[in-house]
């Protein structure tokens, strides 16, 4: 499947006239987005103070942003498990975003990127053989190293709900985020009204009122 195919929902959702999230042209005309050519894949965590305030996830996988909201956050903590509920691929021009979707625009709202990275994929299957990260999410375990200003080690995601994975089975898919091994670095669920910006430094609140936030501007 392309990658203008793999947006498709993300870009349906959204009136960019109005929002100024990023369109992901760069996958849309075939070009190779910024990191996927060479060096790690990249990960970001976003806090996003929508109808409710919670995290997302996303991983960059074969030249898009695969996503899940984490009601309450990634945590450090081997003995959390935290609910990762999928969403639909955003491009990877969303590794950079932060600022404030308009009310009444889809996911309305302010976003702030918590934490941001490059992870290594360390699925194997059971002879310990290298499985390919694409693979071992399509199968609903993959595990992976995080190298981010604020995560680090390694975590799981697992499907626990919806064994197909594209909800054929009436089933909306969902998974658990877990820290697997030893925990590190604060454990535990950040305040996600106090947390910073791991770009800019800012909290949701301090975003929100910036007069320089990415947002709908009518007469531009």
Do not use: C
């Amino acid at each position: 499947m392309g990658k203008k195919d793999e947006l498709r929902t993300y870009r349906e959702k959204r009136r960019f006239d109005r929002t100024g999230e990023p369109r992901g042209e760069h996958a849309a005309d075939g070009e190779a987005p910024p990191g996927e050519a060479d060096g790690p894949a990249a990960f970001v965590v976003q806090i996003h103070d929508a109808s409710t305030v919670h995290f997302d996830f996303r991983l960059e996988v074969d030249g898009v942003l695969k996503s899940w909201a984490v009601p309450k956050g990634p945590s450090a903590d081997p003995r959390d498990k935290r609910l990762a509920i999928p969403t639909e691929d955003h491009p990877l021009d969303y590794l950079g975003f932060e600022g404030v979707i308009p009310e009444g625009e889809y996911g309305g709202g302010t976003v702030i990127v918590w934490d941001h990275g490059t992870y290594r994929p360390v699925s194997h299957d059971r002879r310990r053989r290298p499985v390919p990260f694409d693979r071992a999410l399509a199968d609903g375990h993959a595990v992976f190293e995080l190298h981010g200003r604020k995560l680090h080690g390694r975590y799981a995601l697992t499907r626990f709900r919806g064994g197909d994975g594209d909800g054929l089975s009436g089933e909306k898919p969902l998974w658990l985020l877990v820290r697997t091994g030893t925990g590190h670095g604060n454990a535990g669920t950040p305040d996600p009204r106090r947390a910073r910006s791991a770009r800019s430094g800012r909290t949701l609140r301090q975003v929100t009122e910036s007069p320089d936030a990415p947002r709908w501007n009518p007469g531009g």
